[in-house]
Structure formats: structure tokens, C-alpha cells
């Protein structure tokens, strides 16, 4: 196939941040090993005009923000600011916010934000354990059994919003039951269940067992997102291989693409990563496609 006849139509970035570095002590403290590498590069500013420049290069003309981990105690100023940020310029067009839903209280937190701006249309608190140090998140693999927890993602219903899950294949069995749980609660799948090591079989047979769990739950969304995270590079190969295996047991409908903007600018410029994306779906029809890249993220998101 030429160039020509790779996708062209309209984007939607699920998944992208931009942040002031003074805001996020894990920006502004000491390096340690994280999951994604050596951070250097984005230990500053990455305010809405870069973002902007970076996705006009990638031909992106609506976004969702996503929290980048603010201090739990300043989500509510979070809100404020992206809500200020839209006012001003127009992006992005929707957010995820973030709240301690491990707080009795988190409920009043997300209330308070939902007054702040209609922007917001869920919650994201990173779950994520593995037995590498780097790589965790959570304090625990099993942290969505807590009953606190579970009793704030009920909430989500009634508030009407979404959660954005970020759980490793060896937790996708707990991540199973809690969607079974709550039906009436959307949950956004975020980096498409972090598969480390597609070129491992049997890191390969975990993530696809418990992705097909997920599969058949139909309050799930997969997030295309996030696959530089492990490697620390644009491989077109696993880029390939997490496309087709979520669209094949998931389907284009539960699919949508994003950047991860600025963390894969670590190794990548937003251009680059969107035609990656755009090769890795060039076999699949042109409905897919535009599932993919701007529907499915639409109609989740309410754009």
C-alpha cells in the first residue's frame, strides 16, 4: 500500500497530559527508576501550546486529558487549572481527574469536581503492581478488593462517570470482578493492559488470558496507548501485534487510539507515533479505522 492510503480522517487523543512541573513532586524531586525509563527530557513545563503544536503536527484536532499522578491533596486545583486552560484555548475538549478513592471521602472530592467543570467525565487512580519495583504503582497487587475502594467506583455510576483502569496482566483477574461488579460504570482500559514483553510467550499467554477475561465484559474500553512504555521506542511490531489482538477479541468499537503525550516524547515525536498507529491499522477496513481514531473515543468521552 502507498502512503496515500493510510488513514486520513479525524483524531482524537484519548490519552495525553500536560502539566507545570512545580505541581507534581515526581517531577520536580529526585529521579528514581520508574516504568517508563530515564525521565530526564520531560522533568519540566509541558504546558497546552506545546501540546497543541504537537498534536497539530500529528493532525489531532480534538484531545482528552488525563491526570499525571498531581498530589492527591490538590486534585480539586487540578481540575481548576485544566478547567482554565479550556476556557482559554479551547483544549483539551474533556478530562480525567484523579481522587484517593481509598478516602471515605472521595466522593465529596469528586463532587466537588464535577461542580468545577463539565469537562470532567471520570476518574483515573493508577493500580498497577508487578513484581519488578520499578514498575509498580500501588502499594499491593490486590488493592482492588478494598472495600473503601469499591464502595467509591459504585459512586461513578451515579456521578456518571467513567474509571480508567491501569492494571498488569496478573491482576486482570481482580480487575475481571470489579467490572462485573459495577455494569453500570464504564471502565477505559489505559496502554491496552501493559503487555511487557510481546516477544515472551508466556508474558504473552498471561496478558492475552487475562485481556480475554476483560473481553467479555462489555462496560470495557481498551485505550491503544502507552506501548513505548516497556521498549522506550516506536516498535512497529508491537505496536502491530497489541492492535490486532485488542481489536480482534475486543473490536474496533471498545478501541481507541491516544499518545501519552509528553512521556512518549521521551523517544518519539507525536508525529512519528500517529503514523506508527496508522501503518499498524492500515489492513483493517476503513469503519474500523475510524472506530479507532475518532469514534469510539467520542462517544466515550462524550465529545
Known sequence: MSEDSLYAGDIVDSHHHVWRQ????????????RIFG???PIRRDYLIQEYRDDAAAAGIRTSVYVQPNWPLDRVVDEVRWIAELNERTGWPMAMVGCADLFAPNAVDVMREQQALSRLVVGTRLQLHWHERPEFRFASGPDTMKDPVFRSNIAALADLGWLFELQVFAGQMHDAAALVADHPAVTFVLVHAGMLTDHTDPEVVASWRAGMRMLAALPNVVVKLTGQGTFVHRVDPSLIRFVADEVLDLFGSSRAMFGTNLPVEKLWTTSAELTH???????????DEQFDVFSRTARRVYGL
Do not use: F, I
Open 276 to 286: 506508527a498507529w496508522k501503518q499498524a491499522l492500515r489492513h483493517r477496513t476503513e
Open 22 to 33: 512545580a505541581d507534581m513532586p515526581w517531577l520536580s524531586g529526585p529521579m528514581v527508576p
Open 38 to 40: 530515564p525521565y530526564e
